[in-house]
């Protein structure tokens, strides 16, 4: 009988321990929670690589985002999506006329932009990019898009990143999606889920107006 409960108690202190240990004790139940947590933690540098887009020379994205001015709110997509893409380009157009209207009265919307990246960098031209940005109504002063044409080099961003991306077999792709917040150094500093869109738009402006002198 004692050696019973015993064995009960040590295998629940395990289960307990366990439980702790992958889910950073008790934060997150989820590999996307951790992820957001991890992240939250410890920002992630973004990664070598080059990108080009319409209206955008090719340059390191690093560079690009590291200005120490602006604090940038990404997402991925691909122009052949027509679900989970046109639903982050509906968000995107809300922040982007939340931006633009807080911009009259508010100095720290001015930095902060919107960037969408193409993970499908074969077939997304600048100008496949510039036509899916005119759809999307993009003002450039607000939201761009690029892609990575290197494929070894974009497989290296959406691992940095943890960016799940698989080909269906159809030549179209499943993917995560979430909005990125990466600070004026460059780092990914948060993730949020797409319906918390304005959680992660007031996080930004928040980081925005910090740096302000």
């Keep these: 009988m004692l050696r019973t409960a015993l064995l009960s108690i040590c295998l629940a202190l395990a289960s307990y321990g366990s439980a702790a240990w992958l889910t950073h004790d008790f934060q997150v ?3 996307e929670g951790a992820r957001r947590l991890e992240v939250a933690l ?10 080009d887009g319409p ?3 090719r340059q390191p994205l690093a560079q690009w985002l590291a200005d120490g001015q602006a604090v940038t709110l990404v997402d991925f997509v691909y122009t052949r999506c027509l679900t989970v893409c046109l639903a982050l380009g509906s968000v995107y157009q809300q922040m982007q006329a939340t931006l633009q209207a807080a911009r009259k009265t508010d100095a720290s919307a001015e930095h902060v932009r919107l960037l969408s990246i193409s993970f499908d960098g074969q077939h997304d031209s600048p100008q496949l990019l510039q036509a899916y940005a005119a759809r999307m109504g993009a003002d450039t002063d607000v939201w761009r898009f690029v892609r990575v044409p290197d494929a070894q080099e974009n497989q290296r961003l959406l691992a940095a990143f943890q960016v799940v991306v698989v080909p269906d077999g159809r030549g179209d792709f499943e993917h995560n999606a979430a909005l990125l917040v990466l600070d004026q150094q460059g ?8 319906a ?5 738009l007031n996080y930004a402006r928040y980081l925005a107006g910090r740096s302000e002198p």
């Design 29 to 31: 139940w989820t590999a």
């Design 42 to 51: 410890s920002p992630v540098a973004t990664p070598l690589v080059q990108v």
């Design 55 to 57: 209206g955008v020379a």
């Design 187 to 194: 780092r990914l500093v948060r993730i949020f889920d797409v």
């Design 196 to 200: 918390e869109q304005q959680l992660a």
